[in-house]
């Protein structure tokens, strides 16, 4: 296994944290060895056996270049979603899910760009929140800050963009 304690990580459903140990833990009765995980949104922990880390596509955070590349997203121009929301909430759902820091970018991105002409409905709320924060995570262990203060930047930078961008059109 290519993971430690104290790594930075990325789960894909779960988001970003720190590796805080790999021990023995009992599941199902069994003693199993796990990587232990303490996310950065919330405060919540998981625990993957690991002979399974492979399969769930843990991995390591992503550079600091990678990672202004993802936030560049926000300020693009928006593309259409879905007109059919469960369609919609899917494709978003797809890409928060992805593992890819561009990817939930672009979802930030095109959630609040929508949102600027169309009321949210609660699941898109559901969704932003879930992106935002899994993008926060991973943007707080990269740039070494809080995840409130990614959460804020992440909001104000892809907002900002969003309502300019309608301005011009």
Not at 127 to 132: F, G, I, N, T
Not at 152 to 164: C, F, G, P
Request: charged share 35%.
């Amino acid at each position: 296994m290519r993971f430690s304690p104290k790594d930075k990580v990325v789960h894909p459903i779960h988001g970003a944290g720190v590796i805080t140990e790999i021990a023995v833990k009992s599941i199902s009765g069994e003693p199993t060895e796990c990587v232990v995980i303490k996310l950065m949104v919330g405060n919540a922990g998981i625990l993957l056996p690991t002979d399974s880390v492979e399969k769930t596509d843990l991995r390591f955070v992503v550079d600091k270049k990678s990672m202004q590349e993802a936030l560049d997203v926000l300020s693009e121009k928006a593309e259409e979603l879905p007109k059919d929301w469960r369609r919609r909430i899917e494709t978003l759902k797809e890409r928060v899910h992805s593992g890819d820091p561009g990817e939930v970018a672009k979802a930030v991105r095109d959630i609040i760009a929508r949102s600027i002409n169309s009321k949210m409905n609660p699941s898109e709320k559901r969704v932003l929140s879930e992106a935002v924060g899994v993008l926060a995570g991973e943007v707080a262990l990269v740039k070494e800050i809080k995840v409130s203060s990614a959460k804020s930047m992440i909001r104000r930078v892809a907002k900002t963009a969003q309502e300019a961008e309608q301005e011009e059109d």
